[in-house]
């Protein structure tokens, strides 16, 4: 057996790992975005041009000389006399799956529904990006009309609305039937000559999970981003009397996870080191952020503006709940509630309850077009009675509750000034991390201060932007309980990925830790 670390060694992100098995048939284990590469040459107006972007990334050394692109975005070939069964994507986060969109449709996907679920949402309520794109049309050679406008002939362009263009269709795996349009299914028990078994962990995104393979006679486990949930039985007890029995079952994903890989022998651990290198004096969980906010919520009589990333719809239950503990309706944008929509048609768990939806609106920004799923969500609140118009905020602010982030403030301006005086804001996500960020918050915090709105969880410190975090839980597993987990599991090998300290494992558990970036077995 042969792991090869592609992308996401001692990098945290973009995770893109190939394993090998003495007869050359492989799998590919996540095939994301790594934000730092990308961002030493791109930046939001800056992009690989799409008609050569397999060959652009190709060039910058920000993709793997692999034969596994798109024929459609690039008909070349490398020395890679390997048989792909599958790309496995652990979770719907962009350093994750972000570049999905490039890899061949033939090769099949293999993923939870709910991730699948998160990635659609996701894809279908922004503008079209081939790194993303999971459906729709195949681009095209440049024909010879296209050469007459100008286009280059070693182009690939956009079909348009043309009829005749070819579909892209793409071959989706899960470990239990589902069935959807647009997508050719496989099962996955048809993926890979020896066992096989995708089992979900518990992380910040809902779908999370690991993977569990033969290969060669080695058991090989891919953890993906994962955190731990409750440890104690009066933890539990607390989660199940006041989250609810799907949210107690959702934090418990990662111990079963792990549990399931006591008696697999020979093991080999492809696991996370996210925050081992973190100095980090809060450790929060979604118990503390559902404290936390019950807290604000109970003292506040004025509008609260809450925000969280949408796709984390862990995070949305949790302030849900809040809302229908404190007589509030949790008002969405319509890009949000279209992810309500998409989980619940794949995976029917979290589809919402007659009480859950009587605490939900959907507000109506002022905005003249809507992409794909985010009108449909628009018109199927509307369909419901459930889509309110500035006014009704305006009118009884105190009965609301609007998701709204730094994106979506220009459509706060529909909202009266005295209703936005003394309202609150509710910091619920992760901090700033790069330099640009930094920026954007100082200039969100402008919006807040012209309007007199209270921050909680991000606070303004001597010029400095401050992320004090009570209100956000980490999604990935602290260094304690991560050492915890591997001195129970006692792996024979293990290779760290997705951290920027891999030495930290070497002092805990010396010569089992491979750091090579290609590792036989």
């Excluded at 999970?209 to 993906?224: E, I, N, P, Q, S």
Aim: proline residues 5%; glycine residues 6%.
């Amino acid at each position: 057996m042969r792991i090869e670390i592609l992308d996401g060694h001692r990098n945290i992100g973009g995770n893109k790992i190939r394993v090998v098995d003495s007869e050359n048939d492989a799998f590919l284990l996540d095939f994301g975005l790594n934000f730092s590469r990308w961002g030493e040459f791109f930046e939001e107006f800056l992009n690989p041009r799409p008609g050569k972007i397999v060959q652009d990334l190709l060039k910058l050394n920000a993709i793997p000389r692999l034969n596994v692109y798109r024929r459609d975005l690039f008909d070349g070939k490398f020395e890679d006399p390997v048989n792909y069964s599958f790309l496995f994507l652990s979770h719907a986060h962009a350093d994750h799956t972000g570049m999905v969109g490039l890899v061949d449709e033939k090769i099949p996907l293999l993923m939870t529904g709910e991730t699948l679920a998160v990635m659609n949402a996701s894809v279908k309520t922004t503008n079209t990006s081939v790194l993303t794109q999971l459906d729709g049309k195949k681009r095209r050679k440049a024909s010879e009309k296209d050469q007459e406008n100008g286009i280059r002939s070693d182009l690939t362009v956009s079909p348009g609305r043309s009829k005749n263009a070819e579909r892209l269709v793409r071959c989706v795996s899960f470990p239990k039937k589902t069935e959807l349009d647009s997508y050719r299914t496989v099962d996955m028990n048809s993926l890979w000559k020896d066992e096989l078994f995708v089992e979900p962990v518990y992380h910040s995104v809902i779908g999370a999970a690991g993977l569990v393979a033969k290969v060669d006679g080695f058991w090989l486990a891919y953890t993906g981003d994962f955190r731990t949930g409750p440890e104690t039985p009066e933890e539990e007890r607390y989660w199940l009397d006041t989250l609810g029995e799907k949210r107690l079952s959702l934090s418990l994903r990662t111990s079963r996870f792990f549990e399931s890989l006591k008696d697999k022998r020979p093991l080999v651990l492809i696991v996370e080191g996210t925050r081992v290198t973190r100095e980090e004096n809060v450790e929060n969980t979604e118990k503390d952020v559902f404290e936390n906010a019950m807290e604000v919520f109970r003292k506040t009589k004025n509008l609260i503006l809450v925000d969280f990333p949408i796709r984390h719809l862990e995070r949305l239950f949790t302030f849900l709940k809040v809302c229908m503990e404190n007589n509030r309706k949790l008002t969405l944008m319509p890009k949000d509630y279209a992810y309500l929509i998409e989980m619940g048609r794949v995976e029917p768990l979290w589809k919402l309850s007659e009480e859950e939806k009587s605490h939900i609106r959907v507000y109506h920004p002022g905005k003249v077009s809507y992409i794909n799923l985010e009108k449909e969500a628009l018109l199927l609140a509307k369909s419901e009675g459930i889509l309110i118009p500035p006014d009704e905020i305006n009118h009884s602010p105190g009965e609301y509750t609007l998701v709204a982030g730094y994106w979506d403030f220009p459509h706060i301006l529909d909202l009266d000034e005295k209703v936005l005086n003394g309202a609150v804001y509710i910091h619920s996500t992760s901090e700033a991390y790069t330099e640009e960020q930094e920026i954007d918050a100082k200039r969100f915090m402008n919006w807040l201060r012209y309007f007199n709105i209270t921050p909680l969880g991000i606070k303004e410190n001597g010029g400095k932007v401050v992320f004090t975090k009570e209100f956000h839980a980490s999604g990935h597993v602290s260094p304690k309980n991560l050492k915890a987990i591997l001195d129970d599991l006692k792996p024979d090998y293990i290779v760290p990925v997705h951290t920027l300290n891999p030495d930290w494992f070497v002092q805990n558990w010396g010569k089992k830790v491979l750091l090579e970036d290609v590792i036989v077995l």
